[in-house]
């Protein structure tokens, strides 16, 4: 447990509450209100959150980015962040997304990846590459939400995956929360979440948008092939 500091009652105590992620069409507080507040942290707390923070939204979006620059960027950061806490947000968030990387290479039938192939990074990579034939990684133990998430992914539910991902790193949060509302684990908990509102809200205005594009093309007749 790190310590406490005087600025951390006042930095709660100005936040506005967090509604699940799934049960608001907003967020609560914008990005630049929300970083105002954070300056309040001290300069070794601020630092952390803003290197885990910048990490993992970098992480949850790699357009254009090579498997070989996603491994070179977590080398980088595990190298400089030594703080526990931070340490486990982080790992939990990655673990998580290698083996949905894992699930979604073996659906589209590809083989296992070899040994010096940087494709996932975190603590499984290597015991997943041996298990790659078990339906579950032999992972089930440690993550039993893997067969949910694999059917799913067969099923082509995107958005039922998407939400079960972000569910259980809110459920994680929740629980660093309930721990101590004035910790320094409870502000990175609420920093987190904050995320997770603002990348299901993303997901929710990406598939209204297609929705929106596919009735455009129905009532102006320029798709042809609707019965197809």
Avoid at 48 to 75: K, Q
């Amino acid at each position: 447990m790190r310590r406490k500091s005087p600025h951390y009652y006042t930095l709660v105590a100005s936040l506005p509450w967090l509604p699940r992620f799934d049960r608001t069409d907003r967020l609560p507080i914008t990005r630049e209100r929300l970083l105002k507040r954070f300056r309040m942290l001290n300069p070794d707390d601020a630092e952390l959150v803003e290197r885990g923070i910048e990490f993992l939204a970098w992480y949850r979006h790699p357009v254009e980015r090579t498997d070989a620059e996603m491994v070179s960027a977590y080398e980088r950061l595990m190298a400089v962040i030594d703080d526990p806490v931070v340490l486990a947000v982080i790992e939990l968030a990655v673990d998580q997304r290698t083996i949905i990387v894992a699930l979604r290479r073996r659906h589209r039938g590809l083989p296992a990846p070899t040994t010096r192939e940087p494709w996932g990074v975190g603590q499984w990579v290597h015991h997943i590459e041996r298990n790659w034939d078990d339906p579950d990684f032999k992972l089930k133990p440690e993550y039993p939400w893997i067969p949910q998430a694999r059917a799913h992914l067969e099923a082509g539910e995107t958005l039922a995956l998407d939400r079960l991902l972000i569910e259980l790193l809110w459920d994680c949060m929740d629980r660093f929360l309930e721990k101590d509302m004035f910790s320094f684990e409870a502000l990175l908990a609420y920093l987190f979440k904050w995320g997770l509102i603002n990348q299901w809200l993303s997901y929710n205005r990406e598939a209204a948008k297609a929705r929106f594009e596919q009735l455009v093309l129905e009532v102006s007749g320029a798709d042809n092939n609707l019965f197809d």
